[in-house]
């Protein structure tokens, strides 16, 4: 009997388990826009935690007065840039085909690098597959009802958190609940850190880049730089892609252009990696390299840019989760994980 029960509870793991994959597999976008939601209110908590503490308000208070803000400058942002961000989308569509025309003509005429060519794609592929792309950066997304439910779940969230981790903490038994608390507190304090950071971040690597491409005479210096700064959210492969477009429209008007383009990115890239990237890190979650880049590619071929773009910060979870309930729980080994207070 013993060891039919063992078989049987092996068996209903297993089951389990794949049905549980299963589940994730077959819904994996749609848990990515939760974990974005989730994402958005641990944003929101920190920030009118902040708030609460430097004013005498509320935290109710505190987060209305954040959610006003926000909503506030977004309009205004809005309102006043996406008329030039518009246009400057428009004609980037047209230069684009023609940049790559130049670079692969100008690489044809010199036989040393013709082995970059493949690497190019052909003018009348990207003509295609531009207008595709453009709706993205004008504002006119075709995922707005994903928007729209990250906006809620965040803000609700962040509102009344205590009620849904309540909830949660039923399926806890009544002796892991106090390590389960310090669980979750530690995984929204290293999350809602990393991501004031990581706003914070992109917000430099916008500006530098728009002036800089601005004061080196380069066209649609304006929504180059605003391509910059959201792709900065992707590391290592992020600022890779949004430099491409940089370098061959700068490249179309001159040689020389295109390299000091590509010198300027590079420049702002070390200022990131070596100044803006430790502080952030230094009180949130240094992850490795290539297990970023391994996690960045995985969920990409899942998920799309959204999978891209949450890699990290799902990666972070992961590794909290690991050092917290395995290497110090099973383990007994006393690690201290990134954001643990």
Known sequence: MEFARRVALANGITLLFIAVAYFVRTNFEALLIVFAGLLLAMLLYKLADLLARLLPLYRSFALALVVSVLASLAAVTIWLGAAPVGRQVDEMMKILPVAVDSTREWINARPA????????????????????????????????????????????????????????????????????????????????????????SMFIIGTLTTVSLYLLGIPLALVLGLIAGLLNFIPYLGPIIAGVPAVLIAFSQSPVDGGYTLMVFVMIHVVEGYLVVPLIERRTIALPPALTIVMQVLLGSMAGLTGAALATPLTAVIVVLVAMLYVQDVLDVPVKPPGET
């Open 113 to 200: 690098l013709r082995g970059l060519l493949p690497e190019l794609p052909p003018p009348d592929r990207l003509r295609r597959l531009l207008p595709d792309a453009g709706p993205f950066f004008s504002g006119a997304l075709g995922a707005l009802a994903n928007l729209v439910i990250v906006l809620f779940v965040g803000i609700y969230l962040a509102a009344q958190p205590r009620p849904y981790l309540r909830a949660l903490m039923t399926l806890v038994p009544p002796r892991s609940r106090a390590r389960a608390w310090h669980v979750l507190e530690t995984l929204g304090n290293m999350l809602g850190r990393w991501l004031i950071g990581k706003l914070i």
